[in-house]
């Protein structure tokens, strides 16, 4: 049995010349024709815009994704729209004001750093319709969404998480290592949810099986925990993957896009046999040059997401309702195991499937307080 579920098929990558690709706002886009016929149902002038953060649409994670999930809403629909990769923060605002400059009418931004600028500019245009991945665009912080035009794309990644980490805690306790660590990018909601399954999943491995597996680099309780400050894969990042590596770790979980690239060459240098997993995306497809130290993958279904909601939009179902991705609706899961499949203690992919069916029942609760 084993623990992946069926991944919704998007159909193939979008032709070249479908969309248009900006680096900031440095060029004006240039008009192409779609490579194939517009759907009849699809709202007159509707333009989807897709707006990366600062890690760009190759960081093998949730910029990534969400632009695939774009591409292959556009080669369905049969429609032209326009994607704006951000190079630093200081293009949010840029960015957003090109994309409704260029007549864009359905405009999704990729993570919390756009929270701010993606609020400015759908309160600034209330007759066009925004989506946001991984933020509640709540600012204030008054528990609801800061404009009425902005459906939030989140994920309960902590139930996935819960798996990773119940995983990880078998792994390092069949080699005898019984340690386990993780760190992060910024510490924010989306991030740290990540890291608060992690250790109730390693938590419950060692209630089921009397085992001691130590967590290092977070604690759920304090919400206390490594992290870099940022998304970069720079000397910070894998100075922070080292600080966890010294511990003694033989699995590690770095959340924040890019920074496991950091997190790699750490474990390249310290020459133990320490292995990794990937988060957001299935890392060990998405970056062959790390697949013998990905374990597994905690994964979010973004590109369904942001595909589901543009083709809604484009046919004039636009609903601000926010989509919460979950082990039920396959919003969030674990990849294959890949190569390591045949290394996993006897009978974990069972367990994982019995977990699972249980916290989809109600039977487990994965509390995490950064759960959406």
């Known amino acids: 049995m084993t623990i992946s579920t069926k991944k919704r098929v998007l159909g193939g990558l979008v032709a070249a010349g479908m969309f248009v690709a900006l680096a900031g706002c440095a060029s004006a886009p240039e008009e192409t024709t779609p490579s194939a016929e517009a759907t009849s149902d699809v709202v007159e002038g509707f333009k989807p815009c897709l707006i990366s953060d600062a890690g760009g649409w190759n960081d093998k994670s949730f910029n990534q994704s969400a632009k695939e999930g774009l591409d292959a809403a556009l080669e369905e629909l049969g429609i032209e729209g326009l994607e704006l990769e951000s190079t630093s923060e200081n293009d949010y605002g840029p960015n957003m004001e090109e994309a409704v400059a260029q007549g864009c009418t359905f405009i999704v931004s990729v993570g919390f750093n756009l929270s701010a600028a993606t609020v400015e500019s759908a ?82 491995y060692n209630e089921d099986k009397g085992a001691d597996v130590a967590v290092f680099g977070w604690d759920t309780t304090t919400q206390k925990g490594s992290f870099t400050g940022g998304f970069d894969a720079n000397d910070t990042a894998k100075q922070t993957a080292q600080g966890v590596l010294d511990q003694g770790v033989d699995v590690l979980l770095p959340v924040g896009g890019p920074i496991y690239q950091s997190a790699a060459a750490a474990i390249a240098d310290s020459g133990d046999k320490t292995v990794m997993l990937g988060v957001d995306s299935d890392l060990a497809v998405a970056d062959s040059s790390v697949a013998d130290i990905t374990l597994v993958s905690i994964m979010k279904a973004i590109d369904v997401a942001v595909h589901d909601a543009t083709v809604s939009a484009a046919t004039g179902e636009f609903d601000v309702t926010p989509y919460v991705g979950t082990l039920e609706n396959e919003g969030v899961k674990l990849s294959s195991f890949h190569d390591f499949e045949s290394q996993l203690p006897d009978g974990l992919l069972d367990e994982l499937a019995a977990l699972q069916e249980q916290i989809i029942s109600g039977d487990i609760t994965v509390e995490s307080p950064n759960s959406p």
Do not use: H, R
């Open 123 to 204: 309160t600034a245009n209330p007759d066009l319709e925004y989506a946001i991945i991984d933020d509640w665009a709540d600012n204030d912080f008054d528990g609801t969404t800061d404009a009425p035009n902005i459906k939030p794309l989140v994920f309960d990644t902590a139930q996935a998480a819960y798996l990773g980490g119940y995983a990880s805690a078998a792994w390092s306790a069949q080699s005898g290592v019984n340690k386990v660590g993780t760190f992060g990018g910024m510490q924010i909601p989306s991030v740290a949810v990540f890291m608060d399954g992690f250790q109730l999943g390693v938590e419950k």
